[in-house]
């Protein structure tokens, strides 16, 4: 008969909610890790930038006696806290299922002589008898008595032949003993006194919270699409975006997508909101009335204040005007961070319909939000370096390395925290740009084509970069060639989009952006598109971690694919690539490439016979008399195999014939 008892002291309900604690935290745990280590990346080293990051990490910690904590990183401490309570809860557990073992109770080894085992007992008997015992400290007389008979069991257990045979036997000396089954439930959650807090706390659980968190997903998961943002949003994004829109409807788009987005409004800050407004107004008079009108401010629709609050917030912004106040800051900063996914699900939509005008504008207004600059004012391209001015005048420079070397021309005390700033730059430079098919040398009709491109990034130059490399001989200048070919083949093969990191340092700091409120890690759209009918051919690609040149590499440059199905008709398809930077204003590659599409019959002859081997059937088959009918092409079987085989039963039968004679005589 087994005899059923509940966990009175919870020892094995803890062992339980220990193990399910160490599956759930330890993952959460290392994220966390991962998460401050990448935090702690290497970056731009100009003064600007350093000064952002730390910004950055103060407003990300908080303060000493406000600390900044993430939800998750709470739940882990609370976790932890709660997982090193039940371990020292359940270290300190007295083992209720002990085996039993009397010369562990009298306090001898295994293999004793019985005579010893007398004597010990006789020893033991003078100290712990009930009535020689004189009760002191803690004791009292049951727990002698207790001990006593303890004692008496274990000595009996070896000495008396019954009761020592019940513990060979049983492993007890009072014989066979009930089968005990725990229940891993504390006893206080059957306990009468505490049905009713017990079943209200399941109550609770299963029929509040848990129905409340189902419908907050499923209603939450209704109310936004797949990037993130409000529907109401996206429908928005669909009614705004035109074929031809420009900046200047992209922004509009943008300002009448926050009053659906959820942004953080700062307590108490009205006054000091009204004060931006008036300094964004005039430094931009008209052109202000202008992008509250494209934003729907001033209309009836709903949410047109939370509309005006965000756009004064963001263009304070693109104007490097201090926000004035802590907590307007930090609504400032939250606004800016959840702008990018904004911008990204309005990408979607343009790319969707295949819009070039729209999708560029799109790109390039992630990078004058990065930097801080007038939307489509390419024209302050030049204040994206450090120390420089919105209302500084270039003059008659065109480029930022004519603008850096004019500052060094002037001794300008600017242009060492300059030459930092792009010394991690990166201005990409295009290698290469090809069409390429897999196991075929011309692109055909329909056929799968890949756009390869090779990428790299070029720095500022400085003493150590002048510095000469050895030259390679013919010889090795061919096996690299060799090498760097099977590689673009292997790659080419492979699933991957971009190919495996080389040994060249890559752009994977963070970029130089000193306005921006958060860690940025500079990236670029590949792009092809057809200019002339404004479409973009396959939907764009983002690019990430391109390596630095070094030339004393074989191969400092990386390769990124893009995939699509060529046209159906042969002919020449003159496109465009574009390579568009989210970081840097003006950073962008735009280069002229030609598609040929042949016809099947400019193959070669085995290039076409091994097709038609395989994909024409046989005259005299059924899927060859099928095909004819349709008026396909089928093989013919020649006349000669014909006859060969009538001849060859001819033969046959003549052989039979003669042998059937020779028998007969």
Request: with cysteine; hydrophobic share 35%.
């Amino acid at each position: 008969m087994a005899n059923y008892h509940y966990d009175e002291a919870g020892n094995m309900a803890a062992y339980f909610v220990i193990t399910f604690l160490a599956i759930i935290l330890i993952p959460l745990t290392l994220s966390i890790s991962a998460g401050s280590k990448k935090q702690r990346k290497n970056g731009c080293q100009c003064k600007p930038c350093i000064d952002q990051r730390a910004r950055v990490r103060k407003r990300d910690a908080g303060s000493l006696l406000r600390p900044k904590i993430s939800l998750k990183t709470a739940i882990v401490v609370l976790g932890w806290s709660f997982f090193v309570f039940l371990v020292f809860k359940t270290a300190g557990a007295k083992i209720e299922n002990k085996v039993y073992d009397p010369f562990e109770i009298l306090g001898l080894s295994a293999g004793v002589a019985e005579k010893d085992i007398k004597s010990h007992f006789k020893k033991l008997s003078k100290l712990y008898h009930p009535d020689k015992v004189k009760i002191s400290g803690n004791d009292t007389m049951d727990t002698i008595a207790n001990k006593f008979v303890e004692i008496t069991k274990a000595y009996k257990s070896l000495t008396d032949e019954t009761i020592r045979r019940n513990w060979e036997l049983y492993g007890h000396p009072d014989g066979r003993q009930e089968v005990s089954m725990g229940i891993a439930l504390p006893q206080w959650i059957i306990e009468g006194k505490n049905n009713i807090w017990v079943l209200g706390l399941y109550g609770m659980v299963f029929g509040g919270v848990l129905p409340f968190l189902v419908g907050r997903w499923w209603f939450g998961s209704r109310q936004k699409t797949k990037d993130g943002v409000n529907a109401l949003t996206a429908a928005s994004f669909f009614k705004s975006l035109k074929e031809e829109s420009g900046m200047g409807d992209v922004v509009g788009a943008l300002g009448k997508s926050y009053a659906w987005e959820s942004v953080e409004r700062s307590k108490g800050a009205g006054g000091k909101l009204e004060d931006l407004e008036r300094s964004v107004s005039a430094k931009m008079g008209n052109e202000w009335n202008q992008i509250l009108k494209l934003a729907g401010v001033g209309t009836n629709e709903d949410g047109y204040e939370k509309r005006k609050r965000a756009l004064v917030l963001l263009y304070a912004h693109f104007l490097r005007v201090d926000a004035r106040g802590t907590s307007l800051q930090q609504e400032q900063d939250h606004l800016l961070l959840q702008t990018p996914k904004i911008l990204n699900a309005l990408l979607t939509i343009s790319t969707s319909r295949n819009w070039l005008a729209p999708t560029l504008a799109i790109m390039r207004l992630h990078a004058y939000l990065t930097q801080a600059l007038l939307p489509g004012k390419v024209q302050l391209k030049f204040a994206q370096l450090p120390g420089v001015k919105l209302e500084e005048k270039p003059g008659e420079v065109e480029s930022i390395a004519e603008f850096v070397e004019a500052l060094e021309k002037k001794g300008d005390g600017r242009i060492k925290d300059v030459k930092t700033a792009l010394q991690g730059w990166g201005r990409l430079e295009l290698v290469d740009t090809s069409f390429k098919v897999i196991g075929e040398r011309l692109v055909t009709p329909s056929s799968i084509v890949y756009l390869v491109v090779k990428l790299r990034l070029s720095t500022a130059p400085s003493s150590s970069s002048l510095t000469p490399t050895k030259e390679k001989d013919a010889e090795e200048t061919k096996r690299s060639l060799k090498r760097n070919e099977e590689k673009d083949n292997q790659f080419l093969v492979s699933r991957k989009d971009a190919e495996d990191e080389p040994t060249a340092d890559v752009a994977s700091g963070w970029a130089h952006a000193p306005h921006w409120p958060g860690y940025r890690k500079p990236s670029w759209w590949l792009v092809l598109a057809d200019d002339k009918s404004n479409r973009v051919v396959v939907p764009p690609m983002k690019i990430t971690d391109v390596p630095f040149s070094n030339p004393e590499q074989d191969r400092d440059y990386r390769s990124y694919k893009l995939q699509f199905q060529a046209p159906n008709g042969v002919g020449l398809f003159t496109w465009k690539v574009y390579l568009v930077s989210d970081t840097f204003v003006g950073e962008e590659i735009c280069e002229d490439i030609a598609l040929k599409i042949d016809d099947v019959t400019a193959l070669n002859a085995d290039e076409q016979g091994a097709e038609d081997e395989i994909s024409d059937p046989e005259e005299d088959s059924l899927a060859g008399q099928m095909a004819a009918m349709r008026g396909g092409s089928v093989k013919k079987v020649l006349d000669y195999e014909e006859s060969d085989e009538e001849s060859s039963t001819d033969d046959d039968e003549e052989s039979k014939s003669s042998n059937s004679d020779s028998d007969s005589d």
